[in-house]
C-alpha cells in the first residue's frame, strides 16, 4: 500500500511538473506574439537616439603676453580651495553640461522652436544682417596663442591642467582653439565693434553652461550696494550671480527712490535678451539657474564672512543675506524652498588685468540725492555742452549713449550711473551695458525722464531707428519677440505679461519722440545719423 501510493505521488509529481514547464512555454509565446503588435501602431524603434558630443577635449588661453589658465580669471576669495572643490564635490542633483540627454532634448527642442519662429525670422531681417568693419588683429581684444593648450585630466574627471601635465596631441584637423572652455572662446571673441556676433554658435552652450556647470566656489562680490556672488566652475569660467529678490508680479512701490530699490534678478536676464533682439549686443550672456543654497554656496564657500550670516528659519527654510550696502541683514534674508533659490548667472568679462576696461560717467547721470536734481534736468539745452565734452564732440560715443538711453527706457531702468569700454581700443568702441538688475520694476507706468537723451539731442542712429520701426510691426512685434527668447530660459516664465505688454507701449513712446525730433529739423539727416549707408 505504501509502494502504490509513492508510485502514485511520483507520478503526479512528474504531470504537475510538466504542466507548468508547458504553461511557461506559453507565456513566452504569448509575449512575443504580444508585443510586436503593440508596437505596430507607434513605429517602435528598438535603437536608441546618440546624443550629439560636446567639447570634452580642453581648453587654451592665450593673450597679448603668454599666461597660464588660472590667471586669466580673477580668484581672490577662492584662491587655493579651487583644486581641493573640484575634487570632493561630488555629482549634483543638476545635469551637467554635456550629458547626453540634456544635449538631445535641447537639440529636439530648438528644432520645433524654428519652426514659424518670429526670432529666427528677424534674425535673417536684413537689419540684422547688415556687416561689421572688417575684424583685424588690432581690433581683437586677445592675440591667441596657438600653441597653448589644456585638457582635462582624465576622462572621468571635470579638472582642467596645463599642456605641461597633459596629453596635448589633438585629433585630427582641430586645433588649439577647439581645445578652449566655451566661456574662453567668448573671451576670445570680443572684438571692437561686438562683445559677440549676431549669429554666435556659442550662444546655446555658453547659456546651458551657466545653467549647468558644477559650481566648486561662491563667494561675495566686493563693492555694490546689493547681495551678489562670484560662482566659479570646474573649467575655471566664473558667473554673477544675482539672487532672487522679487517675485515676478511685484512691482516697485511707487513711493521707493530709484537708488534704494531692488535688484531684479529677472531682469538681468530679459535685459540681455532685450539688448540682443536691439541688435546692440553689448550685454554679457545671462541665464537664470536655480540654486542649491546649502550644496552650492554654503558647504563650499571659503568667504567667512559670508558663511557667517546663514541660519535656518522658522519655516525650516536655509536663509543668509552676506555683507552690502543695502538689504543685507536678517530682515532681509534671502531664503530658499527649503534650500532652492532662483538666481541669474551672467558670464564675467575677462579679469581686468587681462582687458583693462575704463569707467565713464554718464553724463546723463541722476542726482543719487532725495531733493537734489541734476544739470541736465534744470538745464533744456544741456545736451549742446555735451557735444563740446570729448569724448562727446566726435565719433559715435553719443550716439552709442542715445541707444542705451532707448534700452533703459525700455525696461525702465532709472539706474544708469556709469558705463564702461574697453581700454584698449580707446574711444572708437561699443559701451558695455552692465548691471540691468534695476530694470522691469514695473510696468504700470513709465518714466520719461530716461529718454532725456535722446529728446535733448534729437539725434539717433538711423539703423537703430529703422529696427525699432520693425520691431513695432505686427510680423516682429517687440513683446513677441522676447517672449519667445526667453521662453527658453530654464526660469521660464521670466517677465509677467503686463511687462511684455508695455514694452510695446514704451517702443510707441520712443518712435514718438523720434517722430518729434524729424518735425522740427530741417533735413531728416539732422536726427537720423546715417551709419549703414547703402549696405541695407
Known amino acids: 500500500m505504501r509502494r502504490q501510493l509513492q508510485t502514485l505521488f511520483q507520478r503526479k509529481f512528474k504531470v504537475s511538473l510538466l504542466f507548468l514547464l508547458l504553461l511557461a512555454l506559453l507565456v513566452h509565446l504569448a509575449m512575443d506574439l504580444a508585443i510586436p503588435t503593440a508596437c505596430r501602431p507607434r513605429g517602435c524603434d528598438a535603437k536608441v537616439p546618440k546624443a550629439s558630443g560636446v567639447l570634452s577635449d580642453s581648453p587654451v588661453l592665450a593673450s597679448p603676453k603668454k599666461l597660464s589658465l588660472r590667471i586669466l580669471q580673477d580668484f581672490s576669495g577662492s584662491n587655493g580651495s579651487l583644486e581641493k572643490s ?10 551637467r553640461a554635456g550629458e547626453p540627454g540634456v544635449q538631445h532634448q535641447r537639440g529636439e527642442g530648438n528644432a520645433r522652436q524654428t519652426e514659424g519662429s518670429k526670432l529666427a525670422a528677424l534674425f535673417k531681417h536684413p537689419l540684422y544682417n547688415i556687416p561689421i568693419p572688417e575684424v583685424t588683429e588690432k581690433d581683437k581684444l586677445f592675440v591667441v596663442n596657438p600653441m597653448e593648450k589644456f585638457s582635462l585630466r582624465s576622462s572621468g574627471s571635470d579638472e582642467w591642467v596645463s599642456n605641461s601635465k597633459a596629453e596635448t596631441l589633438l585629433p585630427t584637423g582641430k586645433t588649439a582653439y577647439d581645445t578652449y572652455p ?54 575655471y569660467g566664473q558667473a554673477l550671480f544675482k539672487p532672487m529678490k522679487q517675485t515676478r508680479d511685484q512691482e516697485t512701490p511707487i513711493d521707493f527712490f530709484y537708488f534704494s530699490d531692488f535688484e531684479r534678478h529677472n531682469a538681468e536676464i530679459a535685459a540681455f535678451h532685450l539688448d540682443r533682439i536691439l541688435d546692440f ?76 576696461r575704463r569707467s565713464w560717467r554718464s553724463p546723463w547721470r541722476r542726482s543719487y540725492h532725495k531733493s537734489k536734481k541734476a544739470e541736465w534736468e534744470l538745464n533744456p539745452n544741456y ?26 527706457f525700455l525696461m525702465g531702468n532709472m539706474d544708469r550711473h556709469h558705463y564702461e569700454t574697453f581700454e584698449k581700443f580707446g574711444n572708437d568702441t561699443f559701451l558695455l551695458h552692465l548691471d540691468n538688475g534695476r530694470g522691469f520694476g514695473t510696468h504700470s507706468r513709465d518714466e520719461p525722464s530716461i529718454l532725456a537723451p535722446l529728446r535733448q539731442c534729437c539725434s539717433i542712429k538711423k539703423s537703430t531707428y529703422l529696427r525699432l520701426q520693425l520691431l513695432a510691426t505686427q510680423p516682429y512685434r517687440l513683446s513677441d519677440l522676447l517672449r519667445e527668447a526667453l521662453a527658453t530660459d530654464p526660469l521660464a516664465p521670466v517677465l509677467a505679461e503686463p511687462h511684455l505688454r508695455a514694452l510695446d507701449r514704451r517702443l510707441g513712446k520712443v518712435l514718438a519722440a523720434v517722430g518729434r525730433c524729424l518735425a522740427g529739423a530741417a533735413h531728416p539727416d539732422e536726427v537720423l545719423v546715417d551709419d549703414v549707408g547703402s549696405r541695407v
Open 86 to 95: 573640484s575634487q570632493l564635490q561630488g555629482a549634483g542633483p543638476h545635469a
Open 182 to 235: 566655451t566661456w574662453l572662446k567668448f573671451h576670445v571673441g570680443i572684438n571692437r565693434y561686438e562683445l559677440y556676433p549676431r549669429r554666435d554658435p556659442l550662444m546655446p552652450t555658453l547659456l546651458r553652461d551657466l545653467a549647468t556647470q558644477r559650481i566648486v566656489s561662491s563667494v561675495q562680490k566686493s563693492g555694490g550696494t546689493q547681495l551678489k556672488l562670484i560662482m566659479t566652475f570646474p573649467n
Open 281 to 356: 549686443r553689448r550685454i554679457p550672456p545671462v541665464s537664470g539657474r536655480l540654486v542649491n543654497i546649502t550644496k552650492e554656496i554654503r558647504d563650499i564657500t571659503t568667504d567667512k564672512k559670508l558663511a557667517k550670516t546663514f541660519f535656518i528659519s522658522p519655516a525650516g527654510n536655509v536663509c543668509f543675506y552676506g555683507e552690502c550696502s543695502y538689504y543685507c541683514s536678517t530682515e532681509h534674508a534671502l531664503c530658499g524652498k527649503p534650500d532652492r533659490l532662483e538666481g541669474s548667472m551672467a558670464a564675467l568679462l575677462p579679469d581686468k588685468t587681462l582687458a583693462k
Open 383 to 408: 545736451c549742446a555742452q555735451v557735444r563740446e565734452t570729448p569724448p562727446y564732440d566726435k565719433g559715435h560715443r553719443l550716439l552709442d549713449l542715445i541707444d542705451m538711453a532707448v534700452l533703459d
